[in-house]
């Protein structure tokens, strides 16, 4: 499986962005795919998942309604929609996957095994 990230830029607060996650190879139904973010001087962090298969979505709580993870198995991606960001949602996102984690570990960055490159979220005036 190998995960491509995009969508990321430069967005004043109060706007949005829309991340994109292209899913290459076997995604099997019970996999969850996750994004995690990565502020400048700080460690890597949950924000949300789907499971690929019944569209279950988990949410940081800090991050909920704000954020929206979906994902469209026809075109094999994964999206993140960002709204209102703020300044300290700056960081560069991950998308990540896996095909075998229990679901209580959804929320660990090494539960999953796949990740994709990241791509960076800059929320400035």
């Known amino acids: 499986v190998q995960l491509q990230a995009s969508g990321g830029g430069l967005v004043q607060p109060g706007g949005s962005l829309r991340l994109s996650c292209a899913v290459s190879g076997r995604t099997a139904h019970n996999s969850v795919m996750g994004w995690f973010r990565q502020a400048p001087g700080k460690e890597r962090s949950f924000v949300a998942a789907i499971k690929w298969g019944a569209g279950h979505t988990y949410y940081a709580d800090s991050l909920k309604g704000r954020f929206t993870v979906s994902r469209d198995r026809a075109k094999n991606s994964v999206y993140l929609q960002m709204n209102s960001l703020r300044p300290e949602d700056t960081a560069v996102y991950f998308c990540?996957?896996?095909?075998?984690?229990?679901?209580?570990?959804?929320?660990?960055?090494?539960?999953?095994?796949?990740w994709g490159q990241g791509t960076q979220v800059t929320v400035s005036s």
């Open positions: 990540a996957a896996d095909s075998s984690m229990i679901q209580s570990n959804l929320w660990f960055e090494n539960a999953y095994a796949y």
